[in-house]
């Protein structure tokens, strides 16, 4: 089983991968997730074609949860909030902005959210990923502390 992981190009940025996280972020997460005994895939979309279709495939990942941040696309067309509302696992919304500087959230809330993490710069998706953890049964398996879900 996997927890999976779609970000959204920034159009700037759209030839460096993972480019905003810290150094150390992603590698964390994915010891974290494989200590919790899953896997955590990771996918970079540049267009709103490659969001849908990853979203629309993610049982080929056998995804229990997903680790979505749409970046300003949040905000945009009625395509997204239709794909989310047809998904079958939750998922979390996670922004790697800062306080202050936040984008959009994906607003009202569509599908099975669970929550949006905003406002932590990439340690966002350190605190999605415990969510996502506790959520899935794992909260003991690398999860010290609990997060209210």
């Known amino acids: 089983m996997s927890i999976v992981m779609i970000r959204m190009s920034e159009p700037q940025a759209a030839t460096q991968y993972d480019a905003s996280l810290l150094p150390g972020i992603l590698e ?3 010891a974290r997730a494989a200590r919790a005994g899953r896997t ?3 996918y970079q979309c540049a267009d709103e074609r490659e969001l849908l279709d990853r979203l629309a495939h993610l049982a080929d990942d056998r995804a229990e949860i997903v680790l979505l941040d749409p970046g300003a696309y949040s905000q945009s067309k009625a395509s997204l909030r239709d794909a989310l509302a047809r998904l079958k696992v939750p998922y979390i919304e996670v922004h790697d902005d800062f306080v202050g500087q936040q984008e959009p959230v994906i ?7 669970l ?3 905003n406002g ?3 340690q966002s998706y350190t605190a999605a990923l415990s969510i996502a953890l506790e959520n899935i049964g794992c909260a003991e398996c690398e999860n010290n502390y609990h997060v209210g879900t």
């Open 40 to 42: 955590l895939c990771r």
């Open 115 to 117: 929550a949006v993490v």
């Open 28 to 30: 964390a997460l994915h």
């Open 120 to 122: 932590y710069g990439a």
């Open 107 to 113: 607003a009202p809330p569509v599908g099975p959210m």
